[in-house]
Every structure is written in C-alpha cells, then in structure tokens.
C-alpha cells in the first residue's frame, strides 16, 4: 500500500505509531553557542547562538526529517545528538541514558548505536586509505571481529549498498560522488546502528543519484531495522522519506508535524513559505497556489531578534511577537507549533496590533530619540511657544495695515489741483533745469583750462 500523489510520484505509506516501541532519543532545550573572542587576551566578546533549545523525540524505526534554511542549526544539531560536538545546555537521552556530557571512553560504546553520515562524500573520505581499509575502521577500532573476517564482511557491505566486491582495495578518487556516498554509507552501517544521522546525504549529488541513495537508505531501514534523522534542503526528498518532519528557522523547531498534516495544513507563517517554494510539476496547477515570497534576509544567530525570531519576516506579526517568544505547543493532535497566529487553527492573539509590513518605510521625527516629556511639562511648553508666534505675528499684521492706511487716505481726500498751481511748478522746474546746464557748463570749462596750463 502506498499514498500517490500527483502525476506518477510514488510516495511510501507512513509509518504508524501503534507498531512502534518509546522513543529511543530524546531531545530537551538542547543548547549550543559558539563563542567569540577578541584581543590579545582572547576575552569572550559574544556567541554565535546556532542551537538554542531544541526539544524533540525520535521513535524507534521511523524517520524524523529536518528541514530549514542554510545557518538554521540542522547539522550542529546532528553533530549534537552524535556528541561529536559538546553541548552548552539541555539534554540528550539514548535509550533512556544521559548521553550529554559522557567522555570519550564513555561514548565509545554508544558508538557502535549512534553513526552518521556527513554531507560531503568526497572530504569525509582519507584519500590515503583504500575503501576496504575505510569501511572496516569500524571494526578495528571497536575490536568486533565479524564471522568470516573483516574483508569478507567488508565486501557484502559494498555489495548491499550497490558497490562492486572488487572495490575493496581502490582508493576514494576513482569513485564518483554518489559512489563515494555509498561507501559513507556502508562505513555508517558496518557496526548494525539502531540510529543514524544523515546530515544531508544527497544535496551534492546529480537528481538522478540522489533517487538512488533515498531508495538505498529506505530498504536499508526495512532490511536492518533502523531510526534516521535526516538532514536535508530538498522538501520533495524530505517528503519521500520521513515519518515526521521538524522545521528549524534559527536555532529553533518552530513547527514539527506528521508528513501529511505539514503538507496538508502547515501552521506556522515560515513552514507555510517553504511549502510555497516547492516546485509543481503540473505546470496546469502552478498558477492556482499562491506563491509567499519572504522579505529581508535571515537575521544574524549573533544578535537574534527579540520575541518570535520569525517577526522580521512574517507578514502576520504583531507587537507581542516582537516581544513574547511563543512555546512550542500542541495545536492539533501530532501537530506542535510556535507561533501566536497560526494558520489553519485558531488564533491565540487575535486582539493584539499589528506591526508594520517588512519593508514598510515608517518615518521618524528629528526629536524622536529624545526622551519623552510629562504631560504637564508638554502643555507649558505648547503654551510658551504659541505665545511667541502669536506676538510676533500681531506687529507684523498692524504694521502692513497701517502704512497702507495711511497712503491710501491722501489720495482719496487730496484737492484737485488749480491752474495756477501748475504754472507755478512748471516755472520751478525750468529754473532748476537752468541752473543745472550752468554748473554742467562751468565744471567743462575748468577742465579745459586746466589742460591749457598744463601745456
């Protein structure tokens, strides 16, 4: 039995949850900060937040997938669970022990239970080694001596993985890089793991041979019985291969669901971008889905916002997801997510303002960064500057009034003028006009004189 969807795409039926026995991992407010350091003295300056309090469980014999965007947290988070990196905080439970701060000695044995493969065949690969001698470190290491020998046992782990028994003493440059994966794999299973770790074990290889690897992974899951957390960007291969699936967005599961209710009904705003993302191979249904574009870029593990770490890009914030973190909580029945407006399910906050749009330009006032005065001080001063202006203005009105009046008063009431009167100007005139030709032609005469003598 299995559930199709679209145009011959095959996808496996979930697992049920009723076949399958507790968790065999536990997950609880798992924390990992990279420190910063600076100067001479290398004092701690501040701390890359990669994981911060991540808590989750994994079934025995299903498959969690992991999804998120580059420098969300997924591979530290793998590198965590395998106590290849130390935590700063939180827990991790395998099979009902505390694995989190066991040493070295310690964490050996738990080596032969917990393995991974790493997310680029050709650097997690000694070049300098022979895939026989590669595959079978295990062995050696863990002192396992296997029925029939190390080489024997080798060599059918080459051929389950779909590699040549006549590989054994070729070195990893004369593979390819979906053979190379292959052999990773083969390394990660050589000890029978009840849990493996795939930190993106397809993400550099070509469509065709990541096909290969996901049907790979999938028989090997029947035939051995085994847990993965897979790591991945690809929702379609996710898809494929999970029983469950956590959406990470930095250092944080903001969603984690069944298969079919995250692509059915996702919850959170980010988990229902991603979703928008996927391709459709339809191309008659690509113009009915909307598509949900997201603004700005991922903000800084450094200094991560305030509240929901999602609010710079989501266009349903609101101001108390600028400040109050939501919990990650159950909102339907195998469906947990954190968030204040979730989609399709109720809203927790449906009262509370909405914040600007990402991207909305919101304009500031020259004496914004001043602080804030009492309500008694803003009157007095509201009173002190109208003042001001009202005196000023006050002169300005009376003085352009005044003027005018007084111009416009002589016109109106002056007596028209009598002949006489304009006989008498006319004769004052031609005498000033007389007397200045004479100082015109006195003041020439002097000049000339003045040039004779000079001669």
């Known amino acids: 039995m299995s559930e199709t969807k679209g145009h011959d795409v095959t996808i496996p039926e979930q697992s049920t949850s009723d076949t399958q026995d507790g968790p065999i991992l536990r997950v609880d407010?798992?924390?990992?900060?990279?420190?910063?350091?600076?100067?001479?003295?290398?004092?701690?300056?501040?701390?890359?937040?990669?994981?911060d309090g991540l808590s989750f469980d994994v079934r025995k014999g299903e498959t969690l997938g992991v999804v998120g965007e580059s420098g969300c947290g997924k591979s530290t988070m793998g590198r965590l669970i395998t106590r290849l990196?130390?935590?700063?905080?939180?827990?991790v439970e395998f099979e009902g022990k505390d694995i989190t701060h066991l040493s070295t000695s310690g964490m050996r044995p738990m080596r032969r239970d917990v393995q991974m493969i790493f997310q680029d065949p050709y650097s997690s690969l000694n070049p300098r080694h022979t895939i026989g001698t590669i595959v079978g470190a295990p062995f050696k290491l863990q002192g396992v001596e296997p029925e029939g020998g190390v080489k024997a046992e080798v060599q059918a782990l080459l051929a389950r993985v779909g590699l040549s028994p006549e590989h054994y003493n070729r070195y990893p440059h004369e593979f390819s890089g979906g053979q190379r994966q292959r052999i990773g794999i083969a390394r990660a299973l050589a000890l029978k793991p009840k849990l493996v770790v795939a930190d993106e074990p397809v993400s550099a290889l070509d469509v065709s041979i990541q096909a290969q690897v996901v049907n790979l992974l999938d028989d090997l899951q029947d035939e051995l019985n085994l847990t993965y957390v897979i790591i991945a960007h690809d929702l379609s291969v996710i898809r494929h291969v999970s029983d469950r699936i956590a959406v990470m967005y930095l250092g944080k599961i903001v969603e984690i669901a069944d298969r079919k209710s995250l692509y059915e009904a996702p919850m959170h705003p980010y988990t229902s971008a991603l979703m928008s993302a996927v391709p459709v191979p339809d191309p008659r249904l690509r113009g009915k889905r909307?598509?949900?574009?997201?603004?700005?870029d991922v903000p800084s593990p450094i200094a991560p916002p305030s509240g929901c770490r999602f609010?710079?890009?989501?266009?349903?914030?609101?101001?108390?997801?600028?400040?109050?973190?939501?919990?990650?909580?159950?909102?339907?029945?195998?469906?947990?997510?954190?968030?204040?407006?979730?989609?399709?399910?109720?809203?927790?906050?449906?009262?509370?303002?909405?914040?600007?749009?990402?991207?909305?330009?919101?304009?500031?006032?020259?004496?914004?960064?001043?602080?804030?005065?009492?309500?008694?001080?803003?009157?007095?001063?509201?009173?002190?500057?109208?003042?001001?202006?009202?005196?000023?203005?006050?002169p300005v009105k009376d003085a352009s009034a005044k003027p005018a009046t007084a111009k416009e008063a002589p016109v109106e009431n002056a007596p028209a003028k009598t002949a006489e009167a304009k006989t008498a100007e006319a004769k004052d005139a031609e005498a000033k006009d007389a007397g200045t030709k004479g100082a015109g032609g006195n003041a020439s005469e002097g000049s000339e004189g003045g040039e004779t003598s000079k001669g």
């Open 85 to 91: 990196l130390e935590p700063t905080g939180g827990k």
């Open 290 to 296: 909307g598509r949900r574009l997201l603004l700005g």
């Open 311 to 394: 609010h710079t890009r989501c266009w349903k914030a609101t101001a108390s997801c600028a400040t109050v973190e939501p919990p990650l909580v159950e909102l339907r029945t195998g469906q947990q997510v954190a968030c204040h407006h979730p989609e399709n399910a109720e809203d927790r906050l449906p009262d509370d303002p909405a914040l600007p749009e990402p991207g909305e330009t919101i304009t500031v006032s020259a004496g914004a960064d001043k602080p804030p005065a009492a309500p008694a001080e803003e009157a007095s001063a509201k009173d002190a500057s109208a003042k001001p202006a009202a005196a000023k203005e006050a």
């Open 29 to 51: 407010g798992l924390v990992k900060h990279f420190p910063i350091r600076k100067g001479l003295l290398q004092r701690q300056t501040g701390a890359v937040k990669a994981v």
